[in-house]
């Protein structure tokens, strides 16, 4: 009996040892698997590089396209306002003076020349910074000596924006000092425009910074949505700015002092009665140290909005006139512009950063614009330069969209402000306006539908004209 338990036991050894070798069939399983995951990661591997070429790609045709609506819109303005130079339209002969006409078309042409500059640039910067490696250099350049973490992302930023506006100081001093200067328009001193860089560059880090490193700190820890959260907080940033801007921010720049004209505040505050608008005050701001431009603005929100007039507008418009332009700002509150630009500006935002929350996640949308992935940190902030660079190839092409909206704003607040004073007197201010600040009367359609947030002076006033409220006008 114990010779067969012995062997009994033996046999289950035996036959325990036996069923942990693989049959053929288990090893044909365990190397189809294998097999099977080397050919995933391959396959991955190759739809990744696949992925990220077309990325390359459409970003290629993308700027390509991009560049080349720039060029030919700007060349198609340069054409059309050289072409009508020599004669004032017919409409407005007796109003414009020739010489006034040539100096807004030589003025309209340079600004375009200076331009077509300006677009190459861009181009040439997107490339810099994707396709050629330059935002990959400069994060390995700052994890040379950086942890990987939110200061490291935070420098990545402020060097990238450093470096562009280093990059496009040239064409902003050519502008200023050259075609502002020519044509007269230009105030500032080198010594006013200094101040006013380190003014802004200390304002922009004070303000700046601290939502920045919450936008960043957000996409690390704030979860799949963390786009929800950061639009939350620039929605509160934008708010916060508005309420402070004009007691805090603006006096850095310009100083604001109360309108002294009797005579004109109080038909300013008449017509504010019968519009049923409420103001904290009324304000003249020094434009006229750094420009002969002119305008006229509300600024603020709730308790803290204010009228503001430049003072080259007092000196340019008789008092009916800056009746009539104040209630053609008026019209912008009384429909409501502020608050549709502002919804629709929140909701673009949320859709931004709801796309960037899912390319952040993308191996390809780095690797696709030159970039390599922090594989021990955080892509937080690649991912924020990125889009930035992008976003403006292809939002270029909805412009007229936005433009036309805006267009048909300021007809709107034309309507509302030839309501409420004389229309006679808006359509002269308007054409006092256009002429003092030398706009071409005759800018090329096309170009006016991408670019023209303000309708051009001729069709403002002819469809004052053709509504009857500018009879006499023309």
């Known amino acids: 009996m114990g010779h067969f338990s012995a062997a009994f036991c033996l046999d289950r050894k035996n036959m325990s040892t036996t069923s942990k070798r693989p049959t053929g069939f288990q090893k044909f399983i365990a190397d189809f698997s294998a097999s099977a995951k080397v050919w995933l990661k391959e396959q991955a591997k190759f739809w990744g590089m696949a992925v990220a070429i077309h990325a390359l790609g459409l970003l290629a045709f993308g700027l390509l396209a991009h560049v080349a609506l720039k060029l030919w819109l700007n060349a198609r303005q340069v054409?059309?306002?050289?072409?009508?130079?020599?004669?004032?339209?017919?409409?407005?002969?007796?109003k414009i003076a020739l010489a006034d006409h040539q100096k807004a078309a030589d003025y309209t042409l340079a600004k375009a020349r200076l331009a077509q500059w300006d677009i190459l640039l861009d181009a040439v910067l997107l490339l810099a910074w994707t396709l050629l490696g330059g935002l990959d250099a400069l994060n390995q350049w700052l994890l040379g000596f950086m942890q990987p973490g939110l200061p490291q992302q935070i420098a990545l930023i402020v060097v990238f924006m450093l470096i562009g506006g280093l990059v496009g100081l040239p064409l902003s001093l050519m502008q200023t000092f050259g075609v502002e200067q020519r044509f007269g328009f230009n105030k500032m001193t080198p010594g006013l425009w200094l101040s006013d860089l380190f003014?802004?560059?200390?304002?922009?880090?004070?303000l700046g910074l601290p939502l920045l490193a919450l936008v960043l700190w957000l996409m690390d820890v704030g979860g799949p949505l963390w786009w929800l959260w950061a639009w939350a907080a620039l929605v509160v940033w934008q708010l916060f700015l508005m309420a402070i801007a004009p007691n805090v921010i603006m006096p850095l720049f310009n100083k604001f002092t109360p309108l002294q004209d009797e005579s004109l505040k109080a038909r300013v505050q008449a017509l504010m009665q019968r519009a049923g608008f409420q103001a904290k005050g009324f304000f003249v701001m020094d434009g006229s140290r750094r420009s002969a431009h002119s305008n006229a603005f509300f600024t603020g929100f709730g308790a803290s909005k204010r009228v503001v007039f430049f003072d080259t507008l007092l000196q340019q418009l008789s008092p009916a006139e800056m009746e009539a332009v104040?209630?053609?700002?008026?019209?912008?509150?009384?429909?409501?512009?502020?608050?549709?630009?502002?919804?629709?500006?929140?909701?673009?935002?949320?859709?931004?950063?709801?796309?960037?929350?899912?390319?952040?996640?993308?191996?390809?949308?780095?690797?696709?614009l030159g970039v390599?992935?922090?594989?021990?940190?955080?892509?937080?902030?690649?991912?924020?330069?990125?889009?930035?660079?992008?976003?403006?190839?292809?939002?270029?092409?909805?412009?007229?969209?936005?433009?036309w909206r805006s267009r048909v704003q300021e007809f709107e607040a034309d309507a509302y402000a030839a309501a409420q004073t004389p229309a006679a007197d808006l359509a002269s201010a308007l054409l006092k306006l256009y002429q003092d600040n030398a706009s071409t009367l005759t800018p090329d359609p096309l170009f006016v539908k991408f670019y023209?947030?303000?309708?051009?002076?001729s069709e403002r006033l002819a469809r004052m004209q053709a509504a009857g409220a500018g009879a006499g006008v023309a």
């Open 79 to 94: 054409r059309h306002v050289a072409a009508h130079r020599g004669a004032v339209p017919v409409a407005w002969t007796q």
């Open 199 to 206: 003014k802004g560059l200390a304002v922009g880090a004070v």
């Open 326 to 368: 104040l209630a053609h700002e008026l019209g912008h509150f009384k429909h409501k512009h502020i608050v549709k630009m502002m919804a629709v500006s929140f909701a673009i935002t949320l859709a931004g950063l709801a796309l960037l929350g899912w390319l952040a996640q993308q191996a390809w949308f780095y690797t696709g």
């Open 372 to 403: 390599q992935p922090n594989m021990s940190g955080s892509n937080s902030a690649l991912a924020l330069v990125l889009f930035m660079l992008v976003v403006p190839v292809f939002s270029f092409f909805f412009a007229p969209l936005s433009s």
């Open 452 to 457: 023209y947030s303000h309708p051009p002076a």
